[in-house]
């Protein structure tokens, strides 16, 4: 059974930077989709970016393009979410997932992470 465990949280001022780390444990297949979506207080979960588990064909959400990137360095290396310029409202719970669709709807991924909580002040 996979497992997925994020790392790499923080509290950080804005413009600092952070990178996230996903790691999977167990088989996943090839075909699988990574993504990272994040969650802030009384709001709904919402996409980040997602990329290929053999790497490849990311997508950004409009609200972190030019300023996240997620990457995959080989398969046997976590799924990274490097994050620059943070600012105020990336703060939430960041969490990976992984699904078989490709798809940036929270609700097609059905292995998800526990979390990882990123708070960014001014």
């Known amino acids: 059974q996979v497992q997925l465990a994020e790392s790499g949280g923080g509290s950080v001022q804005a413009g600092d930077s952070l990178r996230l780390s996903c790691d999977a444990s167990g088989r996943v297949l090839s075909s699988s989709i990574v993504g990272w979506f994040r969650q802030a207080p009384g709001k709904e979960r919402e996409f980040v970016a997602l990329?290929?588990?053999?790497?490849?064909?990311?997508i950004y959400a409009e609200s972190v393009k030019g300023r996240f990137t997620i990457a995959r360095y080989g398969v046997k290396n976590p799924i990274y979410l490097q994050m620059n310029n943070l600012k105020l409202e990336d703060t939430a719970v960041y969490y990976c997932?992984?699904?078989?669709?490709?798809?940036?709807?929270?609700?097609?991924?059905?292995?998800w992470g526990q979390g990882t909580q990123v708070t960014v002040a001014s």
């Open positions: 997932a992984i699904g078989s669709q490709y798809d940036t709807d929270h609700r097609k991924y059905h292995i």
């Open positions: 990329v290929r588990w053999r790497g490849g064909s990311e």
